[in-house]
């Protein structure tokens, strides 16, 4: 428990240090919110990983993994296959495209103010529900490292992250966050790969044989690494099944639509470095997809189902428990303390690194969109939006800090998962369109960005995450009429439908603000020169 804090306390004081450093270097608008656009390719590799590998990968697949067998790997597939369609379709358009935001994208050929508000609205939700999935994360780590049990001490760890997350921002800007995630992730490939190795080490480097003592250890033999356990059982029958291509769909199309995730793409210099970033960010997030293979099935297979339900009934302490036991088995119990120590630390580096991403996105958006362009009309200084920037981030850190109190106990794959749905079902059909749809006006992008965006908190508020169930968010309550957990399958081309209905009833039209950005978007002609305005 004191190494735990030792090393916890080590990597604060070193990443604070490195956002003290990065403070003295953010002079301007530009280096507040895109770092300077100074990264390389593999530096923003590293930091996209790092954004993205957040405790619901970490902590949460490895948790589902363990838990639900086969099924819970089907978060890693997901969460992995969405970068294909981020990288093709998305990061080198948006990097050549855009400014600082998501809606620098959508206001440059339509109406600024109205999408730049709903851009804004969209943004600042879709990081609140992400930031959610961090701090339940928190809160159940540090009951497994500290040994605390009491909701009001676990209540005092969340606000101290939130605080943590808040100085990150407020002080370090994009280019202190951007150090702390690099750091990060080089922290959480090492940490993974080396409970994977001594794990694997363990099976005699046998996947069938660690898979059949995971099968074994979870009492539910063979049916544990084929599907069915979570998703399409015959309690469930249709919806079940339904629940899982909801899934996968938010999963795979809403990474192209998470504004933490779009706004990297202005970090770097070139569209070749944004193509070169996303390409390194796969390889490093591919490669730790499946680690979580192994961690999860290791977990179940060396911890057992019962044990890790009653650490956290929804998982999310499978991996750290899963590192003190491989230590115990291997080293004795100091090196089981010793692993449990590093392993901790590492993933509590991880929700520091990504909440510190999440704030930065969504204080960004109020400031650049919300106050800059649409309350004070362009009319404001560039001093003036950092400084509101910044006082924003101190608002929704406060949000976050509450929500989190609110929802733990739920698995944090799951509640990022939601968030995927929601930015795919609103952000995502706006930018698509946007970028390659000729007709495409401000009513659409407004229509398509409320519609998802709506459509997808209204069935995730009647769904059984909320109520209705034994794992909701009020367990005494019922008064969910919707029967899916995950609302992509509904809410996605509910999204995309707005889009086009709001663009056909609508008559504005401008073919040379559309020729323009089809030609900047996959050339980069005129990019440089906007991002220097």
């Known amino acids: 428990m004191t190494l735990s804090a030792v090393l916890f306390l080590v990597f604060v004081l070193a990443t604070l240090g490195i956002t003290f450093w990065a ?33 619901a990968s970490f902590l949460g697949i490895a948790g589902i993994i363990a838990l639900s067998g086969y ?38 050929r339509m109406s600024p103010r109205p999408v730049r508000t709903a851009a ?35 209540n005092l760890v969340i606000i101290g992250v939130g605080i943590l997350m808040i100085i990150y921002v407020v002080v370090g800007g994009m280019k202190g966050t951007t150090w702390v995630q690099i750091v990060k992730a080089v922290l959480l490939m090492g940490g993974a790969a080396l409970v994977t190795l001594l794990v694997l080490g363990k099976f005699g480097f046998n996947l069938s044989a660690l898979l059949g003592d995971a099968a074994a250890q979870s009492g539910k033999g063979d049916a544990f690494i084929q599907p069915g356990q979570k998703y399409g059982t015959e309690a469930q029958g249709l919806a079940g099944k339904l629940d899982l291509i909801s899934l996968g769909l938010a ?36 490669t730790f997809y499946l680690l979580t293979l192994v961690l999860g ?30 230590g115990e088995d291997i080293f004795g119990p100091v090196g089981g303390t010793i692993l449990l120590a590093l392993i901790g630390a590492v993933a509590f580096a991880t929700i520091l690194a990504v909440v510190a991403g999440l704030t930065l996105a969504s204080s960004s958006s109020f400031a650049h969109d919300l106050y800059a362009h649409v309350f004070k009309r362009g009319n404001v200084t560039e001093r003036e939006e950092v400084v509101v920037a910044r006082v924003s981030a101190f608002v929704i850190g406060a949000v976050a800090i509450g929500l989190g109190i609110l929802a733990q106990g739920q ?17 995502l059909p706006a930018i698509l369109y946007s970028l390659f749809w000729k007709r495409f006006n401000t009513a659409g992008a407004v ?39 995950n609302p992509g399958l509904i809410s996605i081309p509910f999204g995309f439908f707005c889009g086009w209905l709001g663009t056909v009833l609508s008559k504005e039209y401008n073919a040379a603000k559309y020729a323009e950005i089809e030609v900047r978007s996959l050339t980069g002609v005129g990019a440089e020169q906007a991002v220097k305005h």
Request: aromatic share 10%; glycine share 12%; net charge positive.
């Open 251 to 286: 999963l795979v199309l809403g990474t192209a639509g998470l504004p933490h995730i779009l706004i990297r793409f202005y970090t770097v210099p070139t569209a070749k470095d944004a193509r070169k970033s996303v390409l390194w960010g796969i390889g490093i997030i591919g």
């Open 120 to 154: 804004g609205v969209s943004t600042i939700v879709v990081s609140i529900f992400y930031l959610l999935a961090q701090m339940v994360g928190a809160g159940a780590l540090v009951g497994l490292l500290l040994g605390v049990t009491d909701p009001a001490q676990k």
């Open 297 to 326: 099935f290791g977990a179940a297979a060396l911890v057992g189902t019962k044990a890790i339900m009653a650490g956290d009934k929804a998982g999310n302490t499978a991996a750290p428990m899963l590192a003190q036991q491989i």
């Open 447 to 485: 229509s398509a960005i409320y519609g998802g965006l709506v459509a997808a908190l209204i069935l995730v508020i009647f769904s059984p995450v909320v109520s209705g169930s034994a794992t909701a968010l009020f367990k005494d309550a019922n008064f969910a009429w919707f029967p899916l957990s």
């Open 23 to 55: 403070s003295r270097q953010t002079k301007t608008a530009a280096d507040y919110y895109a770092g300077g656009r100074s990264f390389t390719g593999f530096q923003n590799g590293l930091a996209i990983g790092g954004d993205y590998m957040s405790a």
């Open 411 to 427: 698995n944090v794959a799951f509640l990022v998962a939601l968030a995927f749905a929601v930015a795919a079902s609103g952000n």
């Open 71 to 108: 099924d819970g790997f089907l978060y890693s597939i997901g969460f992995l296959v969405a970068w294909l369609v981020a990288l093709l379709l998305v990061a080198e358009l948006m990097r050549n495209s855009g400014k600082f935001t998501m809606a620098d994208v959508l206001a440059f």
